[in-house]
C-alpha cells in the first residue's frame, strides 16, 4: 500500500478542523474523556492479527514483542484515562475568601485546563506505545486536547491501522470527527508546518536529538512560543561500585548482557556507558560481558536507515585512539543487522574525547575504567543529561561515596540501584525524562499518567459565583476529586 504525504497546503485547513474539535471536546466531562480513551484501547484489540503483521513486516520487530507493546499501549490509554477522571492530575486548589481579614482576601480557585491542539510525532522503535495512539498521544486527550500525529515515515501502514481504530472510537462515542487527524510526511517541511502553526500550542516527540531539537528551536521561533516535550538522546550511565562488583560480578555481567542487547539494542534506556575502577574485578567482569556479546546473534534493527547509522558510529567510536574493541557478535551481520559489540577505555581518554560521549542508538556498549572514585567522580561531573542512571552498588558504597552519588543524581531523571535501565514500567511514579539532552523539559515525564500535565496550564478563578464555576471547582465537589481546601487536601464539599 502506498502512502502519499499529506500536501503542505491542506495542514492548514485540518488544524482548523482540529482547532474547533478541541473547543467542543474540552468541555465534555472528565468521565467522557475516560470512556472515549478506553474506547480506542477496544479498537486497537479488535484491529487484530492485521495490525499485528503489518508492523512486524515494517519493523522487523518479533511477535512476541508487538503483542506486548500493543498490550502496553491499551493499558496506558486505560489507565491514563482512569487517571484522567480521578481528577488529581487536576491539582484544583482552594484558597476561599475572608472577608473579615484587611484588606479582604477573595476566593481564589485553580485548576490545569488543556492546552489546545497537540501534535504528535509517530517513534520508529515503538510504534504502538510512544506513536500514534501511544502515550503522548493518550496524555492529550486525557487532558482534553485534540491531536494531529504525524506517521513515522518507517510504518505508515502500522499507523494507519491505528488511526483507523481512533476515528472508529470517535465515532463510537459521538465525539468531533477533528479530534483526532492522522497526517504523512517524509520531509522536515511537513513537521516544521505543523509545529510553527499558530494554533498548534504543545508538541510531542521520542526520536533522534537531531529531530528532536529541531522541533524545539522551530517551536520557539514562533511569535507565540509553545512548549516541545521531546524525549531525544541518552547514554544511561552505570557505575560499578567496588564492593557490589566484588560481591556480584558474574549475576552483573549476566543481566548487562542481557540488557544492552534486549531488542537488538534500540531502547531510549540502552546502557551505554559502564563506569568501574580499573583492576581484577572490573577485569573479570569485563571479560564475563564479553563472553555474552561473543555469543549475542545479530539481530535486525527497525529499517535500514537505523542499522546504517549504528554501523557508521560504533565504526567511528572504535576508530578514536586509545577506544578498544573487546567483543562483538561472533556471526556476522547483514546489512540491515547489528552486532552485539562491547568496548573498553580509560577515564581519562573518555573525559577528553566528546566522540566517546555520544550516544550510538543499538547494542553498544562502553566500559570505562577508573583510577579510583575521584575518577569516577570526573565522568560523571562531564555527562549530559540523561534518562536513567544506575548504581551496582551496596549501602556502604552509597554512603562512601556520597559527592558522586549527589553528581549522579543531578544529571538524570531516574536513578537505579542495582537493577538495569531497560524496562519502563508505565505507573504514576515513573519518571521518563531528564536533562537536556535527554529530553527538552526535565520537569516532566513521557511515561505515567503524570505526563498528562504535559499537556495543561494552570487557570485561576477570582471571586467566582459557584454556579459558573467548572465541575472541578464548585463547593459541593460533584466530581468527588481530590483538592486542597486552605491547603488541606480533601474529597469533602465546602457546603454545610
Not at 515503538?126 to 506517521?151: E, L, N, R
Not at 505543523?194 to 520557539?220: I, Q, R
Not at 535501565?421 to 515525564?445: K, N, Y
Request: charged content about 20%; some cysteine; glycine content about 8%.
Amino acid at each position: 500500500m502506498n502512502f502519499t504525504d499529506t500536501a503542505i497546503s491542506d495542514i492548514d485547513g485540518l488544524i482548523e478542523k482540529s482547532w474547533t474539535a478541541f473547543h467542543q471536546y474540552r468541555k465534555l466531562p472528565l468521565s467522557a474523556r475516560a470512556t472515549f480513551m478506553r474506547t480506542i484501547a477496544e479498537e486497537m484489540d479488535l484491529a487484530g492479527d492485521d495490525l499485528i503483521a503489518t508492523a512486524m513486516r515494517e519493523t522487523n520487530l518479533p511477535e512476541a514483542r508487538l503483542k506486548s507493546e500493543r498490550n502496553r499501549t491499551m493499558f496506558q490509554l486505560r489507565s491514563y484515562g482512569e487517571a484522567a477522571e480521578r481528577g488529581d492530575w487536576l491539582e484544583a486548589i482552594i484558597d476561599t475568601a475572608d472577608d473579615a481579614r484587611n484588606p479582604p482576601k477573595p476566593d481564589i480557585r485553580k485548576m490545569l485546563v488543556p492546552l489546545g491542539p497537540v501534535v504528535v510525532f509517530g517513534a520508529s522503535n515503538f510504534p504502538f506505545a510512544y506513536s500514534t495512539a501511544g502515550g503522548d498521544t493518550a496524555c492529550a486527550f486525557a487532558a482534553g486536547c485534540s491531536v494531529i500525529v504525524k506517521a513515522h515515515p518507517a510504518h505508515p501502514g502500522t499507523s494507519a491501522i491505528v488511526a483507523e481504530a481512533i476515528h472508529k472510537a470517535i465515532s463510537r462515542c459521538g465525539l468531533p470527527e477533528d479530534l483526532f487527524i492522522h497526517v504523512y510526511g517524509a520531509g522536515t517541511e511537513t513537521g516544521k508546518t505543523l509545529v510553527t502553526h499558530p494554533k498548534v500550542k504543545a508538541v510531542g516527540f521520542t526520536g533522534s536529538y537531531t529531530g528532536g531539537k529541531a522541533l524545539f528551536d522551530w517551536a520557539n521561533q514562533r511569535k507565540e512560543p509553545i512548549p516541545v516535550f521531546a524525549e531525544m538522546s541518552s547514554v544511561n550511565p552505570v557505575f560499578l561500585f567496588p564492593d557490589q562488583l566484588k560481591k556480584n560480578t558474574e549475576q552483573t555481567a549476566e543481566w548487562y548482557g542481557g540488557s544492552i542487547t534486549l531488542g537488538v539494542g534500540q531502547f531510549c534506556t540502552n546502557p551505554g556507558l559502564l563506569i568501574g575502577i580499573a583492576g581484577d574485578d572490573l577485569d573479570r567482569f569485563t571479560a564475563l560481558l564479553g563472553k555474552k556479546i561473543n555469543s549475542t546473534s545479530p539481530g535486525k534493527m527497525l529499517h535500514q536507515g537505523i542499522a546504517n547509522a549504528y554501523h557508521e558510529k560504533k565504526q567511528t567510536a572504535l576508530s578514536q585512539k586509545g577506544n578498544e574493541l573487546v567483543a562483538e557478535s561472533e556471526v556476522k551481520a547483514a546489512a540491515d543487522e547489528a552486532e552485539a559489540t562491547l568496548a573498553h577505555t580509560v577515564a581519562d581518554t573518555f573525559i577528553s574525547n566528546p566522540v566517546l560521549h555520544q550516544e550510538i542508538f543499538g547494542p553498544y556498549s562502553l566500559v570505562i575504567a577508573c583510577k579510583d572514585e575521584k575518577e569516577m567522580q570526573k565522568v560523571a561531573a562531564g555527562l549530559e543529561g540523561q534518562l536513567t542512571a544506575t548504581l551496582m552498588a551496596t549501602e556502604n558504597d552509597i554512603r562512601n561515596n556520597e559527592e558522586l552519588v549527589e553528581t549522579i543524581k543531578n544529571l538524570c531523571g531516574r536513578l537505579i540501584v542495582n537493577g538495569v535501565p531497560t524496562g519502563v514500567e508505565v505507573c504514576l511514579a515513573m519518571q521518563h525524562g531528564g536533562p537536556f539532552p535527554a529530553t527538552t523539559d526535565s520537569r516532566f515525564t513521557s511515561v505515567g499518567a503524570d505526563g498528562i500535565k504535559r499537556f495543561a496550564r494552570p487557570l485561576a478563578f477570582q471571586s467566582w459565583p459557584d454556579s459558573l464555576l467548572p465541575d472541578e471547582l464548585k463547593n459541593a465537589n460533584p466530581l468527588g476529586i481530590i483538592r486542597t481546601v486552605n491547603n488541606e487536601p480533601t474529597k469533602n464539599s465546602l457546603i454545610k
